[in-house]
């Protein structure tokens, strides 16, 4: 089946930093990707649509200039929490549908942990 | 999105089959019936869908009731492996987004 990475596993970072996180599929190309963020013992929430050369959609009550996403290609997309505190800690996934399947089955990264400090 | 009800949890001894219900009584014609699950510390991974009829893959079945305002996934022979959160979940026919509920939560007995 089709692979989807993030890169780093885990992070840790100080309150007011910035961090990116990497979301590519390794096998087939991906017009569209989404992010989720994932607290403890709580389901995924969707943060938002990374379309590949247009800008993400996000859902209601992210920040979008907080949480920058960039899909510069078909196998890229990129997180980028800008100015994290505390509360930005989660578990943050990617997932990636291969086009032209819509309502088929979608492939989800591994994961990365944040922790801010 | 149409909503599902899933239980919080469920219990059952390895080997033995499992039946995981989900409710969806505002489905609509072109809603399509998925299945994630999550291990611990990972993310989602497809299980299974369908749409009006039954499906079987390598991984389970997917037994939808006639009127389509329930389903049941079915594991025939549970593994320690199987233990994790099982989602179902609706997508409207062309659309892509994932909308996740609580899920069950599956613990399977050695």
């Known amino acids: 089946g089709a692979v989807v990475s993030q890169h780093p596993s885990w992070v840790i970072c100080k309150s007011g930093t910035s961090v990116k996180i990497e979301c590519r599929s390794l096998d087939f190309q991906a017009t569209t990707m989404f992010w989720y963020r994932q607290f403890p013992k709580q389901s995924l929430m969707l943060m938002a649509t990374?379309?590949?050369?247009?800008?993400?959609?996000?859902e209601q009550g992210v920040e979008k200039d907080k949480f920058l996403i960039n899909h510069a290609s078909l196998t890229l997309s990129t997180l980028t929490v800008t100015s994290a505190h505390p509360e930005d800690s989660s578990f943050y996934i990617c997932s990636a549908s291969l086009p032209g399947l819509a309502g088929s089955e979608q492939y989800f990264g591994p994961g990365t942990r944040l922790t801010v400090t | 999105d149409a909503k599902t009800t899933q239980p919080n949890s469920m219990e059952s001894n390895e080997e033995e089959p499992v039946h995981l219900p989900c409710n969806h009584s505002?489905?609509?014609?072109?809603?399509?019936i998925h299945w994630y699950r999550q291990l611990p510390s990972q993310g989602p991974e497809y299980v299974i869908h369908g749409l009006t009829s039954n499906v079987n893959n390598r991984m389970a079945s997917l037994a939808i009731a006639e009127d389509r305002k329930s389903s049941t996934l079915i594991l025939h022979r549970a593994t320690l492996r199987d233990a994790a959160v099982y989602y179902c979940i609706l997508i409207f026919q062309g659309a892509q987004k994932l909308v996740f509920g609580q899920g069950t939560r599956l613990t399977i007995n050695p």
């Open positions: 505002t489905i609509s014609g072109t809603d399509y």
């Open positions: 990374s379309n590949e050369g247009s800008k993400a959609t996000y």
